[in-house]
């Protein structure tokens, strides 16, 4: 087994199924030495970074502590060439459960995963570790997002679902090899992300945000506050729509989407007066109508009323005029976007 193929093994159970990885040094004493620590470049196979990617392909966030680890020992072809890389299982007791998905299997107390260890030469061996991630080291503890996997392992999501905790302080522990202070943590996180695009998604109500990432978001907090954020935050409609699937085939599932799916505000976007919308009454009632479909109770009843009446229901007209303002309020409300009066051509009174 090549070093690359068992490094890309070791990364899977820290990054679910890692689909590439190259090395590069991230502290060299000087140009004769190997690096302090090598870090390991590699594509996660599922989204991880965000709230969104968390609570979308996340079964449980936990405390838990590494308690121990044991070397997986290298190819005989490695140690006959005298170089090679060797990987790490470590011991995970599970403790305080940080968030559930619902309906979500639960994990067992104690966890065995396979992670990066180092690469040697020779009689010298080198940490590795995966960028803007942690090795899991025993001793330290971490908010770690754990998803099971269709043959019934769990695994941590991705290379950014690990969070060092020691002292009860996210970013004070373990990071990328180095023990570092809430502050540093935040410092080194907030620069990656700063020359990274933020990652994107939907509410439930269709409404697109723009995500900082989990640690960037909970850096010096407890793990109080990411039970918070992830409480608050609505998993990609598609991801959610699939959550009968394991995490890997689920986001397969949402890549192989092409056409994004329809929601409330995405059918509401017609309306928004900024979008020049020059709707006539049918067209208007048409929209309202498909509306209709994403609401329930009250505000599902008060859109058929508007949509019958602008769909030629003249009978609906004083019911229409007591529904618009709540109409508009709802849509305006989700979707974050005016939409005047919803009256044709949002000014001109109906015919």
């Known amino acids: 087994m090549s070093t690359q193929v068992k490094l890309l093994s070791a990364i899977a159970g820290v990054a679910a199924l890692g689909a590439a990885a190259f090395l590069a040094p991230l502290v060299a004493a000087d140009s004769h030495e190997r690096p302090d620590v090598i870090i390991a470049q590699g594509k996660d196979g599922l989204p991880n970074r965000s709230p969104i990617d968390w609570v979308s392909y996340g079964d449980q966030v936990a405390v838990v502590n590494v308690t121990s680890e044991a070397e997986i020992p290298a190819s005989p072809e490695e140690v006959a060439a005298g170089e090679g890389y060797i990987s790490r299982r470590i011991a995970l007791d599970i403790g305080e459960v940080v968030w559930s998905r ?15 260890g180092w690469s040697f030469k020779g009689d010298t061996r080198t940490p590795m570790a995966l960028e803007q991630s942690s090795r899991l080291e025993p001793g330290h503890t971490y908010v770690l997002s ?44 907030k620069a990656h992300d700063d020359d990274k695009p933020k990652d994107g998604g939907f509410t439930s109500e269709g409404a697109e945000v723009i995500m900082e990432s989990v640690a960037e978001l909970t850096v010096g907090k407890s793990a109080d506050y990411v039970e918070t954020l992830l409480t608050t935050t609505n998993p990609d409609p598609l991801a959610e729509a699939n959550f009968d699937l394991d995490p890997i085939a689920r986001y397969e ?99």
């Open 102 to 116: 619902p309906g979500a299997p639960t994990p067992p107390g104690t966890l065995s995963m396979v992670v990066d």
């Open 146 to 189: 754990l998803a099971q996997l269709a043959d019934g392992t769990w695994s941590a999501i991705g290379s950014q679902a690990a969070l060092p905790y020691d002292s009860g302080t996210i970013g004070a522990g373990e990071y990328q090899g180095e023990t570092v202070t809430a502050a540093q943590f935040g410092t080194a996180v």
């Open 253 to 351: 599932a949402v890549a192989g989407v092409d056409e994004p799916v329809e929601t409330f505000c995405s059918i509401a976007t017609p309306l928004a007066v900024s979008e020049a919308s020059k709707l006539t009454s049918p067209e208007l009632g048409g929209i309202l109508n498909q509306l209709v479909a994403k609401e329930s109770g009250k505000d599902a009843t008060d859109l058929s009323v508007l949509a019958a009446y602008h769909n030629g229901d003249d009978s609906l007209a004083s019911q229409a005029d007591t529904v618009r303002p709540t109409v508009i309020a709802n849509i305006e409300g989700q979707c974050g976007i005016e939409v005047g009066d919803l009256l044709p051509n949002s000014t001109a009174p109906l015919d």
